[in-house]
């Protein structure tokens, strides 16, 4: 099932909820389309790719993707890139540490200089005109991770921080939802320090909308303040395990 987020003239963003099956862990991919040219987000796996590939001529032709963006290793995002790079001309962009790792997913050599790495400071892609900004999210949880901040939609595209299970689309309890997230969030993100730097940074961002790779999405300002001062209060990863630290008997 497929949602537009945000539309106007010359953007669109394209919503694909869920296109996962059996024991696979649920998750989300998300387009983005600026006059006529598309970026995919986080692609997903090998049964992922034939429903995506077949719902994407509703929004865009495949020929008209310029950019696959991975965000990190995890094979919820990245194993069916090797489809996508054979079937399309666009070019994947993940980050730099891990693209020699991604490769043993069977990227095809011909493929593979179509694979750039994003250094960790991050950097702008091009969308048509429209500058997508890939900014570090680096030990949320990956140790190179990158979220994109759509400009035009002021959608910030989070991975897997915020992730949620649950079975509505957006959040609209913002305490209820906590106990969706917390503890995936204190086992899955390595790092306090870098929930607070993440929270600092993205503030300096107008944000209309957060939308994880996996779960409900948070929308308006208020909704999404709420989300990253929850952030910047996490204590998670190594932080929050101290106890398990010890020899089993």
């Known amino acids: 099932m497929a949602d537009v987020l945000f539309e106007n003239e010359e953007h669109k963003c394209v919503f694909f909820d869920d296109y996962t099956e059996g024991e696979m862990i649920s998750a989300n991919q998300h387009l983005i389309i600026h006059k006529g040219v598309g970026m995919l987000l986080d692609p997903g796996g090998h049964k992922v790719y034939s429903k995506i590939f077949s719902a994407l001529p509703e929004y865009t032709p495949p020929s008209a993707l310029k950019y696959l963006f991975l965000s990190h290793q995890d094979p919820d995002i990245v194993a069916s ?86 079975d509505y689309r957006f959040v609209e309890d913002f305490e209820a939802h906590i106990p969706h997230m917390l503890g995936f969030h204190q086992r899955y993100m390595a790092s306090s320090t870098a929930c607070k730097l993440w929270a600092k940074m993205v503030r300096t961002l107008d ?43």
């Open 81 to 166: 890139i090797n489809a996508w790079l054979m079937v399309t001309d666009a070019d994947a962009y993940l980050p730099q540490i891990w693209t020699t790792f991604v490769a043993h997913f069977g990227v095809d050599a011909t493929a593979s200089k179509r694979m750039h790495g994003i250094p960790d400071e991050g950097r702008i892609l091009d969308l048509e005109g429209c500058p997508l900004k890939l900014i570090p999210a680096h030990f949320l949880h990956s140790a190179g991770n990158f979220h994109v901040y759509d400009p035009v939609s002021k959608i910030l595209y989070s991975g897997d921080l915020g992730a949620a299970l649950s």
């Open 207 to 249: 944000i209309e909308m957060i939308a994880p790779q996996h779960g409900a999405m948070f929308s308006g300002k208020e909704m999404v303040n709420q989300f990253i001062d929850w952030v910047e209060g996490l204590e998670v990863g190594a932080d929050h395990m101290q106890s398990v630290y010890q020899i089993p008997k």
